[in-house]
Each structure stands twice: as C-alpha cells, then as structure tokens.
C-alpha cells in the first residue's frame, strides 16, 4: 500500500466529515431537511479528498524534499540560519509594535516577520560562500592556522578538471609522491564525465569511461587523498566557470590540460597546474652539437625536410631528410626551440 493512497483515504474521511457539517450548516440556513444536504455535501467531501489530498499534502513535500537534496549544503545552512536571524529580529519588533492601536499591532509584526525573514534569507544566499569562508576559519584550530601561515602553503586541495582525469597521466603522477595536496573532484565535473561517458559517439563515450576509470584507480591505487565533493556555485552554470569559481573561493589550485581554462582561470588569479608544462618540464634538454639517433618517419613542413619523435614524445625536425623516411640514423643538433605545444629540436644529419 503506497504512501499515496493512505493520504487519499485520509483525505476522503476527513472531506467527508467536513462535507456533513457543511451540508447540515445549509440545510439550516435555508430551513429545509438537513439529511439529503449532509449525504451530497459528505459524497462530494469524499470525492474531493480522493483527488486533492496529494496534490495539497504528500505530492508537495516531495517536490521540497527532492529541491532540499540537490540542494549544496551551504545554501541550505544560509536558508536556515536567515530564517532564524529573520524571527529573532521579528520577535525583538513586535514589542514595539504590539504597542499600536488596532489593527495596526495584530498586522504589522506578521507582515515584519515575513518581510525580516525574506530579506534575511536573500542576504546570506547573496554571501553564502562568504558564510562558508568564516565558519571554516572558525573551525581551523590556531595551531594549524599557525602552521599554515608559517609555511605559507593555503593549498590544501587541488581541482581536478575533466580534461586531467581523461588524460589520465594524472594517476601515475599521483604515485609519484610529488602532490601531497589532497585531489578534489566537484559533482558537477563528476556529472559531466559521467555525461561523456553516455555519449552517442563512440570516441567521446570511450574517452568518458576512461575517465571513469583513472577515477577509481586514484581513489583506490593512489597514496594521494582523492575527494568527491558537492560543493557548487549557483551563479554560474558552466562546468569550468564553476571550477575557477570554486578554485577562487577554496583558495586552491586547479589541474587541468585545457588551454582557455587554464588562460581563464590565471586571468582571474587562480593558479593552474597544467600536466603538458610538467611533461615538457621533464623532458630530456638536448644541446646544440649533441647526437641523437632517431627515425625519420613522415615529411616536415619544408621541402627537404624529415620529422622524426624521441621516446618522450619530442619532435625532432631534420633538414635533408625528406628522402630519409622509415630509416634511422644519427643526427646532429643545432637548435632547440620551446614552444607552448612542446619542445622542437632542429638537426641535420
């Protein structure tokens, strides 16, 4: 028996009881026989309470209950605590206002109450991430805020875009033992690589599963802490703009490959830890005059020459070496050249 139908039920007794009482006020209003009043007036009673009764009671406290569970627990925690602030304030003016004549002091302090409670709620929702900021800061201990300010170090997570987690060079970086900072994947970065993950094409739904994955082996497989979080920010829809947003107000880092996340978010003074910078860091440095061996495996952008790759990946442009393809030899360098994609090395043979 669902929940449903015992507030129908419900609904249709009491339809019924108020529609007898209501049947028999008009009978003796109009002065005739009350018994054929009550049963038409208890039969629609019931019929109402039969079809109502969900939609004024069980049906509306889903929908509320379904809004408060998505809704991010800072929200929440302002809705509640404005609420309160609003009645405090309320109650200490209806004391004046109890004063006034009627029917001033019987309106006054509702309408206060409501109009106090409103502009309270709104207030802290405006500034909740601000709320959230002060709490924390009450709850750190002096020992450990000291220990932070002294060491300097206010990054105690790093954000993790969907583009490093489907990457995936993140779960190997992790056991390295260079991040130390705990990894923190929000539920709307969650959300859309679960969104690729359902894809219709199949390179982006692999992409997405993939993703997935490395998910599970830095929560099971790292040394390094990895958090999911619901933290959100209600001002902006956007995955990425949430993420500086994010980033901004926790004070963190965000790791990520995506070129315009990572120009937004330095434009907005959030730091960007990107893994492509931290490849081409580690690189091998090769020197001009230095040898290499290297297969030359496709044309290069000029006429004569040969492109070949080293094992890390780097590029390596040979002069005279477009008649040299699928052969490997040794060359000489004689320029290296940095640039955002990577690091090209100039040769000949």
């Known amino acids: 028996m669902s929940t449903e139908f015992i507030f129908r039920i419900i609904g249709a007794i009491a339809g019924s009881v108020g529609g007898g009482f209501l049947g028999n006020w008009t009978a003796r209003f109009l002065g005739v026989t009350p018994e054929g009043y009550v ?4 039969l629609l009673g019931v019929l109402i309470g039969l079809i109502l009764t969900p939609y004024i009671t069980i049906r509306p406290l889903r929908h509320v209950s379904r809004r408060l569970a998505k809704m991010p627990a800072e929200r929440l925690i302002a809705i509640v605590l404005g609420l309160f602030i609003g009645l405090v304030a309320a109650a200490l003016l209806s ?82 033992g260079f991040i130390r900072a705990t990894l923190l994947i929000p539920n709307f970065i969650l959300f859309e690589l679960q969104h690729i993950a359902d894809s219709a094409d199949p390179l982006r739904r692999g992409r997405g599963r993939l993703g997935l994955e490395v998910l599970t082996q830095l929560q099971n497989d790292s040394p390094v802490l990895t958090q999911i979080t619901d ?52 690189k091998i440095t090769s020197l001009p005059g230095e040898e290499l061996k290297v297969k030359i495996i496709q044309e290069g952008r000029e006429s004569d020459q040969g492109v070949g790759f080293l094992q890390d990946g780097t590029m390596v442009v040979v002069e005279d070496g477009r008649n040299l393809i699928n052969k490997t030899l040794n060359v000489t360098v004689t320029k290296v050249l940095q640039t955002s994609a990577g690091r090209m090395i100039f040769a000949k043979p």
């Open 231 to 282: 933290m959100d920010v209600s001002e902006v829809r956007d995955a990425d703009s949430k993420l500086v947003a994010l980033g901004r107000h926790l004070h963190c880092p965000i790791m990520t490959n995506d070129y315009n996340l990572n120009r937004v978010a330095e434009l907005q003074g959030v730091t960007v830890l990107n893994i492509n910078d931290l490849a081409n860091a580690v």
């Open 95 to 176: 004391l004046p206002l109890a004063l006034l004549g009627p029917p001033f002091r019987q309106i006054l302090p509702l309408v206060a109450a409501a109009v106090l409670c409103y502009l309270s709620v709104v207030i802290l929702v405006s500034r909740q991430n601000d709320l959230q900021s002060f709490f924390s800061g009450l709850r750190m201990s002096p020992s450990a805020s000291a220990e932070r300010t002294g060491n300097g170090d206010s990054e105690q997570y790093i954000l993790l875009d969907t583009s490093v987690i489907i990457d995936g060079r993140i779960a190997d970086i992790s056991k390295t």
């Open 39 to 42: 049963i038409v007036f208890a």
